[in-house]
C-alpha cells in the first residue's frame, strides 16, 4: 500500500472512530438507499441459510455430507472423477431386504415379497439420487451464482460507500487545514460509489422473477419425485395384494414329522426314541407309526418328530373332566394308551398310572385297536 493510501486508511479510522466513541454525526445517507441496503442485507442472510438448508434437507446426515465432500475435494485436487452419491436410507432399507430376500429363496413367500420390496426401495432412492441432481442444477447452483457474484459486488460497493463516506466526512471536519478540490474530489468519489451501488441494489431487487423461477421449479422437482415414487409404490402395492391373495388361495400344508433313528449307547444298536417305555415289542422289520402333527396340540412339532408309538393310542381333541366313577380324567393333546373298548361309544384305556374310560368323540385314534 501506498503512503497516500496508507494515510487515507488512518483518515477513515479516525473518523469512525470519532462517531462511535465522540458521537460525531456523519453524512446522512437517503432513505431510499437504506431501505435497499436493509433488503438487500436480509437476501444475503436469506440465501446463506436457505442453501443451507436445503442442502440438509436432500442429504439429512451431517456425517455423509462432510465425508462426501472430502471426497470430492481430494478428488479434485488428485484430477480424478468420483460417481460415488449420498446414500439414500430408501436404498439402504431396499438393500437390506433384497439382500435377506435372496436367502430365503424365491420359493418363500415371505422371501419373494421382500425382494419385491426392496426393488421397488432401490428405484425410490434413485428416483431420489434424480431429485438431488435436479435440485442442484435448478435451484442450489444459480442461488450460489447469485451468492458468489452479484451479492458479494453489491457487498463490495456498499463497503466502498461507507468509506467514501467516512474520508469525506474526515476531510469536511478538517475544513480549512484541507484544500476545498481535495474536499469537493471526496465528495464526487462519495456520490459514485453511492450511485452505483444503488444502482446494484435496485436490479438485484427488481429480479424478484428470476427467483420466483428458481422456486418454481424446487418445487417441480419434487413433485416428479412424488409422483416417481407414488408410481412405483402404487406398482408394489399391486404386486404384493397380488402376492398376498395368491398366499391366502394355496392349499394349507399339513406337516408330516418323519421318525429319527440313532443308536443306543448301551447295546450299539439302532433304535427309535418312543413315548411308552413299556411298550411291547413288535415283529422284525415292522415300522412304527410316528404320531401327525396337530397344529392345536400343546405338544410341540419338535417332539412329535420324536415320538413313535408301538401299541394302541390316541390323542386327546377335547380335554375331559369325568362325571361319574371309573372314567378317565385328560387332557387336550394327551397321548392315551388304549387297552379295549368298552361299547361304541367309550374306550378303556390308561394315562401314566391311572386307567379308566374316555368317550371315543374326545379322541384322535392314533393306532387302533387290533381287531378281535
Known amino acids: 500500500m501506498s503512503v497516500s493510501g496508507m494515510k487515507k486508511q488512518l483518515h477513515k479510522a479516525s473518523q469512525l472512530l470519532n462517531e462511535r466513541l465522540m458521537g460525531a454525526e456523519g453524512t446522512k445517507l437517503?432513505?431510499?438507499?437504506?431501505?435497499?441496503?436493509?433488503a438487500v442485507t436480509m437476501i444475503r442472510v436469506l440465501l446463506a441459510e436457505l442453501l443451507s438448508r436445503t442442502t440438509e434437507f436432500l442429504q439429512p446426515n451431517p456425517a455423509c455430507r462432510a465425508k462426501l465432500s472430502m471426497l470430492s475435494t481430494v478428488s479434485r485436487i488428485r484430477g480424478q472423477v468420483r460417481t460415488m452419491g449420498y446414500?439414500?436410507?430408501?436404498g439402504m432399507l431396499g438393500e437390506c431386504m433384497s439382500f435377506y430376500g435372496q436367502q430365503l429363496g424365491a420359493a418363500s413367500e415371505f422371501g419373494g415379497a421382500l425382494m419385491a420390496v426392496g426393488g421397488a426401495l432401490e428405484q425410490v432412492a434413485q428416483a431420489k439420487d434424480a431429485l438431488d441432481v435436479s435440485i442442484k442444477q435448478t435451484f442450489?447452483?444459480?442461488?450460489?451464482?447469485?451468492?458468489?457474484?452479484?451479492?458479494?459486488?453489491i457487498k463490495y460497493q456498499l463497503r466502498k460507500v461507507n468509506g467514501q463516506r467516512?474520508?469525506?466526512?474526515?476531510?469536511k471536519r478538517r475544513r480549512g487545514k484541507v484544500a476545498e478540490e481535495e474536499l469537493r474530489l471526496a465528495w464526487d468519489k462519495f456520490i459514485t460509489s453511492k450511485e452505483l451501488a444503488e444502482r446494484s441494489m435496485f436490479v438485484l431487487l427488481q429480479s424478484d422473477v428470476d427467483r420466483l423461477g428458481k422456486l418454481a421449479a424446487l418445487v417441480a422437482a419434487l413433485l416428479h419425485f412424488h409422483r416417481d415414487a407414488q408410481r412405483i409404490l402404487l406398482g408394489l402395492q399391486g404386486d404384493l395384494q397380488a402376492r398376498l391373495t395368491a398366499a391366502s388361495n394355496k392349499p394349507a400344508r399339513r406337516f408330516r414329522s418323519k421318525k429319527i433313528q440313532v443308536r443306543d449307547d448301551h447295546s450299539g444298536s439302532d433304535g427309535f426314541y418312543h413315548q411308552l417305555s413299556a411298550a411291547a415289542p413288535r415283529p422284525s422289520g415292522e415300522q412304527f407309526p410316528v404320531v401327525p402333527s396337530r397344529p392345536s396340540s400343546p405338544i410341540s412339532s419338535y417332539a412329535d418328530c420324536k415320538l413313535v408309538l408301538n401299541q394302541p393310542c390316541c390323542r386327546a381333541r377335547y380335554s375331559f373332566t369325568p362325571r361319574h366313577e371309573g372314567e378317565l380324567d385328560f387332557s387336550e393333546g394327551d397321548v392315551i394308551i388304549l387297552t379295549g373298548r368298552a361299547d361304541a361309544s367309550w374306550y378303556q384305556g390308561t394315562l401314566g398310572d391311572r386307567s379308566g374310560l374316555l368317550p371315543v368323540s374326545?379322541?384322535?385314534?392314533?393306532?387302533?385297536?387290533?381287531?378281535?
Open 166 to 171: 467516512l474520508d469525506f466526512d474526515y476531510k
Open 30 to 38: 437517503d432513505e431510499d438507499f437504506l431501505k435497499m441496503e436493509k
Open 140 to 153: 442450489i447452483d444459480p442461488l450460489q451464482e447469485l451468492q458468489h457474484s452479484e451479492m458479494k459486488e
Open 362 to 372: 374326545y379322541v384322535d385314534v392314533l393306532v387302533p385297536l387290533p381287531l378281535p
Open 87 to 90: 446414500p439414500q436410507t430408501e
